[in-house]
C-alpha cells in the first residue's frame, strides 16, 4: 500500500522532525517543598526523556545553592533567584519573565538570554559583555561588575545602575542628561543611566 500526501503535509513532517517539543513543568513547588529536592527531580525527567529543552511557568528559586547547570531549561515564566550561586553560564535559558537575581554569583555569562520581563541584577557578578541580551522590563543594575559591552541590549523598561563598572568610569564626569542622551542613541531608556555615587 502506498500513501500520498501533499507538499504542504511534507513540510508539516519535517519541521516536526526539526523543532524538539519543550517539555512544561508548572513550578518547583508542584514536585516538592525543598527547591533542591524539586529541581532534581526536573533533571532527572528530563534527562529520561532524552534531555529535551523544558521550561517552567512559575518561578524558579535556586538562590545560595551549589547549581552549576541550568541543563536544557529554556524559559522560566515567573521569577528567578540565583544570587550566590557557583553557576558560571545561563546556557540554553532565553527568557525569564519576572525578576532575574544573579547578585554575587560565578556568572560570567548569560548565554542565549535574550529577554528579562523585569529587574535584572547583576551585581558583584564577572559578566563583561551581555551576549545576546536584547530586553530588560525593569531596572539593569550592574553595580561593581567588570562590565564593559552592552552588545545587542535595545530597551531598558527602568533604570541602568553602571557605578563602579567600566563603563561607569567612562562617563565620570559628564552631566547626567549627557550621558543619558548617549545612551539613548543605542538604547531605549526609560529611566534614568546611574553612573557615579
Given at each position: 500500500?502506498?500513501?500520498?500526501?501533499?507538499?504542504?503535509?511534507?513540510?508539516?513532517?519535517?519541521?516536526?522532525?526539526?523543532?524538539?517539543?519543550?517539555?512544561?513543568?508548572?513550578?518547583?513547588?508542584?514536585?516538592?517543598?525543598?527547591?533542591?529536592?524539586?529541581?532534581?527531580?526536573?533533571?532527572?525527567?528530563?534527562?529520561?526523556?532524552?534531555?529535551?529543552?523544558?521550561?517552567?511557568?512559575?518561578?524558579?528559586?535556586?538562590?545560595?545553592?551549589?547549581?552549576?547547570?541550568?541543563?536544557?531549561?529554556?524559559?522560566?515564566?515567573?521569577?528567578?533567584?540565583?544570587?550566590?550561586?557557583?553557576?558560571?553560564?545561563?546556557?540554553?535559558?532565553?527568557?525569564?519573565?519576572g525578576e532575574l537575581n544573579l547578585n554575587g554569583a560565578s556568572i560570567k555569562s548569560l548565554?542565549?538570554?535574550?529577554?528579562?520581563?523585569?529587574?535584572?541584577?547583576?551585581?558583584y557578578t564577572r559578566i563583561t559583555t551581555l551576549d545576546n541580551l536584547e530586553s530588560v522590563?525593569?531596572?539593569?543594575?550592574?553595580?561593581?561588575?567588570?562590565?564593559?559591552?552592552?552588545?545587542?541590549?535595545?530597551?531598558?523598561?527602568?533604570?541602568?545602575?553602571?557605578?563602579?563598572?567600566?563603563?561607569?568610569?567612562?562617563?565620570?564626569?559628564?552631566?547626567?542628561?549627557?550621558?543619558?542622551?548617549?545612551?539613548?542613541?543605542?538604547?531605549?531608556?526609560?529611566?534614568?543611566?546611574?553612573?557615579?555615587?
Open positions: 500500500m502506498k500513501i500520498v500526501i501533499s507538499e504542504t503535509q511534507y513540510q508539516r513532517l519535517i519541521e516536526t522532525k526539526e523543532k524538539p517539543k519543550i517539555l512544561r513543568f508548572p513550578s518547583l513547588r508542584f514536585f516538592d517543598r525543598e527547591e533542591i529536592v524539586a529541581w532534581e527531580l526536573i533533571l532527572k525527567i528530563v534527562e529520561k526523556k532524552g534531555n529535551v529543552p523544558f521550561a517552567i511557568d512559575g518561578d524558579l528559586d535556586l538562590g545560595n545553592l551549589n547549581i552549576f547547570s541550568l541543563g536544557t531549561l529554556v524559559s522560566v515564566g515567573g521569577d528567578v533567584n540565583l544570587q550566590e550561586t557557583p553557576l558560571e553560564s545561563l546556557g540554553n535559558l532565553q527568557s525569564v519573565g548565554g542565549d538570554l535574550k529577554t528579562v520581563g523585569d529587574d535584572l541584577d547583576l551585581r522590563g525593569g531596572d539593569l543594575t550592574l553595580t561593581l561588575s567588570p562590565i564593559k559591552k552592552l552588545n545587542d541590549l535595545k530597551y531598558v523598561g527602568g533604570n541602568i545602575d553602571i557605578r563602579g563598572t567600566p563603563l561607569g568610569e567612562f562617563f565620570k564626569g559628564q552631566f547626567p542628561y549627557e550621558v543619558l542622551k548617549e545612551f539613548r542613541k543605542y538604547i531605549d531608556v526609560q529611566g534614568f543611566v546611574v553612573y557615579q555615587s
